[in-house]
């Protein structure tokens, strides 16, 4: 074969494919036919279609390149399609084919799907796997465009820069990325850099409308306020997007505002909408302080208290403004509120001093609830020596000891700093806080601050009413020589206009009463009835003026006195009453004392007297030889007053008068009576006497001997030693040699325990100890004479025990010692103290109706004082209050309001606050508690409680500013009230939640649990 033939045949050879090539090849154009109807669903975006003949290409292909590429297009259709899986198919595909033309392709191709999605951070993922090198230009344009803007999605903006320059100066790109290169100079407030990179880009249809806005944001930043006006208004025309149409407002306004013409900035000002619906302080702050400056105060009001919680200089400016607008509209408490608020911030000294120059006036002027005025407006003196208000404020000081009320504080500050007030101010002061101390009941404490007012005797009117009353204390301290000496000492100086003057001869009386004088005293009683116009003490002064009369024999001139208090019919006209019926008996008239005796029975049914007139009527008709008539009169006082302390006198007389007439058993029915209910007492030793000597005298010996032997106390053996151990304690009672006398009574009653005189000596040791102090070592005694059978010692025993049982708060000892006391008292005084102390031991003990009931027999005595009476309406309001009848607590509470002072007046004025408040009264109840600030503001448990109520108040009444400070000065004043601080905390969370909704400067607490529980309660 020749050499051609075989180069043709080999030519052949490489160009005619053998049988089983031919086969090969028509499988591998079978799969690119496939591969090709794949790419074109890709390109056509039928992700799932596609991918399912790219699989299967790639399952039957033989072609290394083919398989590689249906590999490429699997993981970029899972991509698209967002598969589960996706990132790791394509993690897979460069890993399996790292020689593949497509594997940066890839990185991209995903890189740039995620970027169109809008999915910067999965791009910047992808993007940060590209090899930008091997891109074209376009591409690596692209790239560094997006890999520019994905960086700045995720706020990497230096790196975002650099990318970003790459590509400032493409005809594609360019713009866009100056754009956002100046955009981060413009949030790095590099404003300069900015505006450079904007001023580079203007003309672009697409960034101008953007560009305008942030121009004349960065123009006002820059304080270019005029360009940023114009830029902003320019905008407003053009834009119609709602955000930018606010913002824009914003800076309009706020550049106006900067230029001080406050009245074109208030409507772009207003037209803000904040962000995301929400303004910050410094927005409420601007809108109220253009208001201001246009005068408008209630508006500056409506912007200025929307801002709480300010703890930087526009808020402390905001307060001072807010304070200035509150006092132009005469709000002074708010105003108050906020120069305090002002003056507590640090960031302007100049606002700080003219702030606390005002909060201490209105203090001064209106009370403060939260710091002594007093020591108020010494610390203004102390921090602003120089201050040209100083002598206005030192006057202030001076008048403010007296008009705050709070004079133990304010005496205090007084004795610390002399310098600051003169002695007659001193004075003063101590005077009232001497009032204060009387009226508490502390009368030895008042009269040692009396003697500090009258240390200081400047002013002629507080030396002589302190004289006055320094007596006052002493009569009811029992020191009648020292009063005397004090009511002539007043009397001797110049009192004209004082209402002491009025009644100084009527102490002056009472004092000589006291002390048995009843000579002078009528006199000065007589005096006064004579002089007085008066008739407060008019007819008591008529019935000791009748006393007085009376004591001294004078029969007819006590009756004529004791007619003129009968005529007045006023308190105690039974007691006149019955007096003058005695009376007539002292001069011989006994028929006109047994017609006025009967009348008095018939008159006066619940009198504590008829007890009285009744045994007087009985003893009249024995007198007047009217046996019948007298034992019926004795017989229905015991019928109806069992518990009478005359009851065994009456039996005993009955039993004698039928002894003396020969009804022997009649007469030992009476005695026999006395000896059983009455024993120990002499009127039962006298009954057993006579017992024996009507058994005696009918020789029924043994059946007296049979009926004496039941009572151990007659000891008819042993009654001499008896009765010369019991006379020996006595006469050293009676010589008041106490220690003597104890000694005395205990030997007596060790030796007699159940002696003739058991019962005076347990009651006269019991006396003796309780006057030592020893009220422990007293009380047995007492009780052993109160659990006695009703004697002459019952009614003190009883009052003794309740007492002491008092002091020591055993209110289930005290209870039914109390019930006895009311029911057999005599004198009224004890049953008043009886059914007040009842009324307070059942609320100790949470019995709530039993203490309505007897604060209502309280109030039911016409004779009682002020200080009872406000106290039982307290009880009642307590009660009340206890048991959810907030109606009756109401009207008890404002009973009290009416007659009470101190601690009690206090209470009543919180909850006059209180109800006003439920009613919706909310100004009325701010009025109240303002009242509370000037009059009681020492008081103050209640006037924590008193401040929430009053941010409610004003929450209620729109003004977040008054209700947020308030409860943060509460929180902040009151640590000593843990709960009343949690309650504040929880109110002041409420309201911040709230107020967060619209102010973005609010930053809220979260509550802590147990409050909101409380809360809830």
């Not at 949690?982 to 911040?992: G, H, P, R, T």
Request: glycine content about 4%; some cysteine; overall charge negative.
């Amino acid at each position: 074969m020749s050499k051609y033939c075989i180069i043709f045949l080999l030519f052949c050879g490489l160009l005619m494919p053998s049988f089983s090539e031919a086969q090969q090849s028509a499988v591998y154009v079978n799969d690119f036919k496939e591969y090709r109807d794949a790419v074109y669903l890709y390109n056509n975006k039928q992700y799932q279609a596609a991918q399912n003949i790219f699989q299967q290409v790639k399952r039957t292909t033989d072609n290394n390149e083919i398989e590689a590429n249906c590999s490429y297009y699997i993981a970029n259709c899972a991509v698209r399609l967002n598969q589960l899986g996706a990132d790791a198919l394509m993690e897979d595909f460069v890993q399996s084919y790292p020689m593949s033309t497509k594997r940066n392709s890839a990185y991209k191709d995903v890189a740039d799907y995620y970027f169109e999605q809008g999915k910067y951070g999965y791009a910047l993922k992808w993007y940060e796997k590209v090899d930008d090198s091997n891109l074209s230009y376009s591409d690596k344009e692209r790239y560094n465009f997006n890999m520019g803007y994905a960086l700045f999605s995720a706020k990497r903006y230096d790196q975002s820069k650099k990318y970003f320059n790459r590509v400032s100066d493409s005809k594609t790109y360019g713009s866009q990325a100056k754009y956002y290169i100046g955009y981060m100079a413009y949030q790095g407030d590099d404003y300069n850099a900015a505006n450079e990179y904007f001023s580079q880009i203007q003309g672009s249809k697409q960034l101008d409308e953007k560009l305008a806005y942030y121009q004349a944001d960065m123009n006002f930043k820059l304080g270019k306020f005029d360009v940023a006006l114009q830029q902003a208004t320019e905008q407003l025309e053009k834009t119609r997007d709602r955000e930018e149409i606010s913002e824009l407002h914003k800076i309009a306004g706020e550049s106006l505002f900067n230029l001080k013409r406050y009245e074109e900035a208030i409507p772009h000002l207003a037209a803000y909408k904040g962000k995301q619906g929400k303004w910050t302080n410094t927005d409420y702050y601007m809108l109220g302080y253009a208001y201001y400056q246009q005068k408008d105060y209630e508006s500056a009001i409506g912007q200025f208290n929307k801002i709480i919680d300010g703890s930087n200089s526009v808020a402390q400016n905001a307060y001072y403004h807010l304070a200035q607008c509150y006092l132009k509209t005469d709000k002074k408490q708010q105003a108050l509120n906020a120069f305090r608020n002002a003056n507590q911030m640090e960031f302007d000294e100049e606002i700080r001093q003219d702030a606390m120059f005002n909060y201490a006036k209105l203090s001064y002027d209106i009370g403060n609830p939260y710091e002594s005025v007093s020591a108020l407006l010494l610390s203004y003196l102390s921090k602003y020596p120089e201050s040209g208000h100083k002598e206005e404020i030192e006057t202030l000081l001076v008048d403010s000891y007296i008009t705050s009320k709070n004079y133990d504080a304010a005496l205090q500050l007084l004795e610390k700093n002399r310098n600051y007030s003169s002695k007659e101010t001193y004075q003063k002061v101590a005077f009232y806080r001497a009032v204060e101390i009387f009226n508490e009941g502390n009368y030895k404490e008042a009269i040692s601050y009396f003697d500090k007012s009258l240390a200081q005797p400047q002013n002629d009117h507080y030396t002589a009413r302190a004289t006055f009353w320094k007596a006052e204390a002493n009569y009811l301290l029992s020191n009648y020589e020292d009063a005397l000496y004090g009511f002539k000492q007043f009397e001797s100086m110049s009192t004209a206009g004082l209402s002491e003057s009025k009644i100084v001869d009527y102490n002056i009386a009472y004092t000589y009463f006291k002390q048995k004088k009843y000579g002078q005293a009528a006199t000065y009683f007589d005096k006064y009835t004579k002089e007085t116009k008066d008739t407060q003490y008019l007819n008591d002064a008529y019935l000791r003026l009748g006393d007085s009369y009376f004591v001294d024999r004078k029969y007819w001139p006590a009756m004529e006195t004791y007619n003129k208090a009968i005529a007045m019919n006023g308190v105690d006209a039974d007691y006149a009453a019955f007096q003058k019926a005695i009376s007539y008996g002292f001069v011989d008239r006994n028929e006109k004392k047994i017609e006025d005796l009967n009348a008095f029975v018939a008159r006066f049914k619940k009198s504590a007297y008829r007890d009285d007139a009744l045994y007087e009527l009985g003893n009249v008709y024995i007198a007047e030889d009217q046996v019948e008539k007298g034992v019926a009169a004795y017989d229905k006082l015991v019928s109806e007053y069992k518990n009478s302390s005359y009851v065994p006198k009456t039996l005993l007389k009955a039993g004698l008068i039928y002894f003396t007439n020969n009804q022997d058993a009649k007469a030992l029915s009476k005695l026999k009576q006395v000896v059983a209910d009455y024993p120990k007492t002499q009127e039962s030793i006298q009954a057993a006497g006579t017992v024996k000597q009507i058994y005696t005298d009918q020789g029924k010996i043994d059946e007296y001997a049979n009926w004496v032997q039941q009572y151990t106390f007659i000891e008819v053996t042993d009654a001499e030693i008896d009765n010369a151990t019991y006379e020996y304690a006595e006469n050293q009672f009676v010589q008041n040699k106490n220690d003597k006398a104890i000694k005395g009574f205990e030997e007596y009653l060790t030796k007699f325990p159940t002696g003739i005189h058991s019962t005076s000596a347990h009651f006269y040791l019991a006396q003796l100890l309780y006057g030592k102090d020893e009220k422990a070592k007293s009380l047995p005694h007492y009780e052993v004479v109160a659990n006695l059978e009703r004697n002459e010692f019952t009614e003190q025993a009883l009052l003794r025990v309740s007492q002491i049982s008092l002091e020591n708060k055993n209110f289930d000892k005290a209870i039914p010692v109390l019930k006895r006391l009311e029911i057999e008292a005599d004198y009224p005084q004890n049953v008043s103290f009886a059914q007040s102390n009842l009324m307070k031991a059942y609320y100790e003990k949470k019995d709530y109706e039993a203490t309505v009931l007897y604060a209502e027999r309280v109030l039911e005595n016409p004779k009682i004082d002020d200080r009872i009476a406000s106290d039982a309406q307290i009880m009642i309001a307590r009660s009340a209050m206890k048991t959810g009848n907030e109606t009756r607590a109401k009207k008890a509470y404002a009973e009290v309001q009416k007659i009470a002072t101190g601690a009690l007046g206090a209470e009543a004025l919180y909850y006059d606050v209180y109800f006003k408040n439920k009613e919706g009264k909310y100004e009325a109840s701010n009025e109240a508690m303002q009242k509370y600030a000037q009059e009681y503001s020492g008081y103050k448990e209640y006037a924590a409680k008193g401040l929430i109520i009053m941010a409610k108040n004003w929450y209620a009444l729109e003004d977040s500013y008054q209700a947020t400070y308030i409860l943060n000065s509460v929180i902040t004043n009151f640590k000593t009230y843990p709960q009343i601080v949690s309650d504040a905390q929880v109110e002041l969370s409420k309201i911040k939640a709230e107020e967060a909704k619209t102010n973005a400067s609010v930053e809220t607490e979260d509550v802590p649990v147990e409050n909101q529980e409380k809360e809830g309660n």
